[in-house]
């Protein structure tokens, strides 16, 4: 694949990372651009790929999206692979919780039906 990078490339991989993770995080890009100092027009602009992105600017969209800097460059293949994992990950937690209450709920069903 090195053969074929290019700024349009490297422009593509941040865009459509910056959206996967902004995406993970729940944040708007207006409520990015308010953490970060930068102008919702440039974070639209990136996300359009019109513009690039400096180390400065890395630095503060990383910071502001709880993500390290490798993460705006990842192919899709590896960030997909990642979100499999996390929405695996959370999925587990979910189900772990959701049994945790319906047994919390069944033994104070059971507690009251029995007069006590």
Do not use: W
Not at 87 to 96: A, C, I, R, W
Request: aromatic letters at 6%; a positive charge.
């Amino acid at each position: 694949m090195t053969e074929n990078v290019n700024e349009e490339y490297v422009r593509l991989l941040v865009s459509k990372n910056l959206k996967r993770l902004r995406a993970l995080q729940n944040i708007s890009q207006l409520s990015l651009a308010l953490n970060t100092g930068l102008t919702h027009n440039f974070i639209n602009d990136i996300e359009n790929c019109k513009k690039g992105i400096s180390a400065k600017t890395l630095a503060k969209l990383s910071t502001a999206l709880k993500a390290e800097p490798h993460q705006f460059f990842l192919p899709d293949e590896l960030a997909n692979n990642r979100m499999r994992i996390y929405v695996n990950d959370f999925n587990d937690s979910l189900q772990k919780v959701i049994a945790e209450l319906t047994a919390r709920y069944l033994s104070t069903d059971q507690h009251q039906q029995s007069g006590c």
